[in-house]
């Protein structure tokens, strides 16, 4: 799955984080599975603009290193640095092939990451290489297309996204995400992988404590839109997390 797609997108990738399904779901739940990191070291793998590097700065974090294989990515977070230092590391690099940090890190962030293995023995790779760069009993954190989404969310434009089969690999589905957005829309091919290759491949690698986290909608989401907007995305939710311990 091209990195090319993302090397056109830049910036505006940014306003992913905006849609309703984003802002109160995905965000909210995501920094609320990951918890307290305060003085703690982060590696946001899969980092995009820096959209979480940048959350997990502000919120205590020690040490913050932003990882993307997209150079324009990477180019777009190291600018958005520039006009709002702070203090966050940024490099090119492809999970696949991570190369060895002198240190390792307390905590891991994989949000749409394992997602673009071409196949398993892929997955199982970067998987190792994550372990590898995290402390003894370090936490790996991710989000990713819900592996047992069966694209019947009717209302999924509503929150800002469309979601389309795009055939099949050895991982699972194939899937199109369109982001809704103004004034062009974004569209981004990835993969729906098994939810029984993510537990292989992380358990292979020498993580433990697999855990499954299913997406909320924030207090805020409720009081903006109400319960009824929201109950579709959470009978036919998208996405899901999950976190493990190296």
């Given amino acids: ?34 918890g307290d990191v305060s003085g703690k070291s982060v590696l946001d793998l899969a980092c ?5 590097s940048r959350e997990f700065k502000r919120r205590g974090a020690s040490d913050v290193l932003g990882v993307d294989i997209s150079v324009e990515m990477i180019a777009a977070a190291r600018d958005i640095e520039q006009r709002d230092p702070l203090g966050v590391r940024y490099e090119v690099g ?4 991570l190369r060895a940090v002198e240190q390792r890190f307390d905590v891991a962030l994989g949000v749409q990451c394992l997602n673009y293995a071409e196949d398993i023995a892929e997955m199982e790779r970067m998987c190792r290489n994550i372990h590898r760069s ?25 929150y800002g996204f469309r979601c389309e089969p795009a055939g099949e690999i050895e991982t699972g589905p194939k899937v199109r995400v ?9 569209s981004i091919v990835s993969s729906a992988p ?5 537990e292989q491949c992380l358990q292979a690698a020498g993580f433990s404590e ?24 959470l009978a036919h939710p998208p996405l899901e997390m999950l976190r493990c311990r190296a």
Wanted: hydrophobic letters at 45%.
């Fill in 1 to 34: 799955m091209s990195v090319q797609q993302y090397d056109e997108i830049g910036e505006a990738f940014e306003g992913f984080k905006a849609l309703p399904l984003m802002r109160f779901g995905e965000v909210p739940s995501f920094l609320g599975m990951v």
């Fill in 48 to 52: 995009g603009t820096g959209f979480y």
């Fill in 94 to 97: 492809d999970v696949i092939d």
């Fill in 134 to 158: 995290l402390v003894p009993g370090g936490e790996f954190f991710v989000l990713a297309q819900n592996p047992d989404y069966g694209f019947d969310c009717a209302s999924l434009e509503t």
């Fill in 178 to 186: 369109t982001a809704l957005l103004d004034p062009q829309p974004i």
């Fill in 194 to 198: 098994r939810r029984e290759v993510y």
């Fill in 210 to 233: 697999v855990k499954w986290v299913p997406l909320q909608v924030s207090e805020a989401g409720i009081r903006e839109f109400g319960e009824d907007f929201w109950a579709d995305a």
